[in-house]
């Protein structure tokens, strides 16, 4: 089914939501509690829910003293792998109150690329929903090679939606929608909407992202296009706002799907 508004989110059957690495953790770590809560509130109601995580490699920062993402590949895996186990963690406690289980899924570019893989990760997927787990979906950094990573979570989080055939996927983000230029700028505008096909070349949308993150505006807009070609619409919004996107309010920018 392709959803027609954003009002529709309440009511489809399955949906995924990716945040970034700065909406969860650093000082905006315990902003995970209100996450869990919106994803737990849609899942009690019978919704699917998925969610792409970024934040193991900026969990795992700050325990080395270190104020940024490390520029070299063996850091970064290092990091990963330390900070990975800590992310989910706090995940599966949060998810504890509601009496949800979280299901780890680490997967890297080849994993999607390759028929049998990518079907054993859509299997995977599939059971744990079917087992009313929720999958808790993150690149597999500590493996991964600079060839060969999704370079950031927001088109990872479009590959997924569209592996699974969901019907929704919300992009989450320390800005509350889509602008015509960065939103710090005088006469920024907000878009509404974006309608299938729409060509958003005239704007600036080419921001970079936080300094523990790699996407910005325009690594999501790109995964929007890749999800509403394959029939998923794509809802961009603010963390804080997450608990109002799963509702089906006038939140965010909307992304029309290829009907």
Known sequence: ?????????ATANRVVVKVGSSSISGK????????????ATAHKSGQE???????????????????????DLATSQALASIGQGRLIARYQESLERYDIIAGQVLLTAQDLEGEETSTNA???????LEL??????????????????????DRLAALVAVLVEADALILLSDVDAL??????????????EVRFGEDLSQFDIAGSGSSVGTGGAITKVAAAEIATAAGVSVLLTS??????????????????AKG
């Open 179 to 192: 602008y015509n230029k960065p939103p710090s700028e005088p006469g920024a505008v907000r878009l509404d």
């Open 132 to 153: 009313r787990a929720i999958p808790i979906v993150n690149e597999n950094d500590t493996v991964a090679t600079a060839e060969i990573r999704f370079g950031d979570n």
């Open 28 to 39: 905006n770590a315990a902003k995970i509690a209100n996450l869990v809560a919106a994803l």
């Open 1 to 9: 089914m392709v959803l027609q508004n954003r009002s529709e989110i």
């Open 122 to 128: 859509k299997s995977a997927m599939q059971r744990l």
């Open 239 to 256: 963390a804080d706002l997450v608990a109002e996107a799963l509702s089906g309010a006038a939140v965010g920018t909307w992304f029309e």
């Open 49 to 71: 829910v998925i969610l792409v995580t970024s934040g193991a490699i900026a969990t795992a920062i700050p325990l080395f003293g270190l104020e940024t993402r490390p520029d």
